[in-house]
């Protein structure tokens, strides 16, 4: 799914900055529960700090686990997605709550070239909107809301290798101004989590989060790529940290979208929930006049 050799020109209008031509890194984010868009705990003062950090963006590509799709990628296309609340059983205030960046249509366009010219199944959504695990930690990289987003669907093929496919091809954006993100949970057992906010017995210690957490992060440092994407054999308690996979690819795919190689900046975000871990990670280098 390399698709270096097939990367279009980039047509940007007047009204578009000038961005930085160093690539971008990649960057994971846990988003937790909804719950994070009000209650920012460790996490969120953090991707805020990063997010004054960033250079000038053309735009923000999110891959979320909470919009699936068969075997195509889908793609947001429209001029102002809306913000999709795809929850229950919450407080009111989260139902208020608007992320109101716009979308970018030539962007989501030039996605789906590389996607397409790379054999990928592709099609332009100009209706979907973002749903919570884009939004939400977006609301606190980017607060403002300024910054032009578009949403990338997850196919059903996106396992941890898929989704380290998936970042590789669509890393050429990062020289172009786009910043890919992956959002996911470190760790995501909803049935702990809900098991201890109700006070039920069995639920057990939560310590395997500390653990896989800890084991992520290792590879991370050692540069082991391979372990990381053969996690469900090799990391501690891995089935349990992720009963199922979706809230991990996004690592996979923020890896495959930046360079480790270049370095890599950990966001220790805490526990949220007792056993949702809140990392984030900085898959690569921001650009040095980023970083004054």
């Not at 846990?30 to 250079?55: I, Q």
């Amino acid at each position: 799914m390399d698709a270096s050799s097939h990367i279009p020109e980039v047509h940007r209008t007047s009204e578009v900055p000038a961005v930085p031509r160093t690539p971008l890194p990649g960057l994971f984010v846990s988003h937790g529960s909804p719950m994070f868009a009000v209650r920012p705990s460790k996490a969120g003062p953090l991707l805020t700090e990063l997010g004054r950090r960033l250079p000038p963006l053309l735009a923000v590509l999110v891959l979320s686990p909470h919009w699936s799709t068969d075997f195509e990628v889908e793609i947001t296309a429209g001029p102002q997605p809306e913000t999709i609340h795809d929850f229950g059983g919450f407080p009111d205030e989260l139902y208020r709550l608007r992320y109101p960046a716009p979308g970018a249509p030539e962007v989501a366009r030039l996605a789906a070239e590389i996607l397409a010219s790379a054999g990928v199944p592709v099609r332009l959504n100009t209706e979907q909107g973002l749903d919570h695990g884009a939004w939400v930690p977006l609301m606190h990289l980017l607060p403002e809301a300024n910054v032009p987003v578009v949403q990338i669907s997850m196919p059903s093929w996106a396992n941890p290798a898929g989704a380290f496919a998936l970042g590789q091809t669509l890393a050429p954006l990062a020289a172009e101004g786009v910043l890919l993100v992956g959002s996911g949970s470190l760790t995501h057992n909803l049935r702990d989590v809900f098991g201890s906010m109700r006070g039920r017995a069995g639920v057990g210690d939560a310590g395997y989060v500390d653990a896989f957490r800890d084991w992520i992060r290792q590879q991370l440092q050692a540069g082991d790529v391979e372990a990381i994407l053969d996690y469900r054999r090799r990391a501690p308690d891995a089935v349990r940290a992720h009963p199922t996979e979706e809230h991990f690819v996004g690592l996979p795919f923020a890896l495959g979208a930046g360079r480790l190689e270049e370095g890599l900046e950990i966001l220790d975000g805490g526990v949220d929930d007792d056993f949702l871990s809140m990392d984030a990670y900085v898959l690569g280098k921001l650009p040095n006049d980023a970083q004054s």
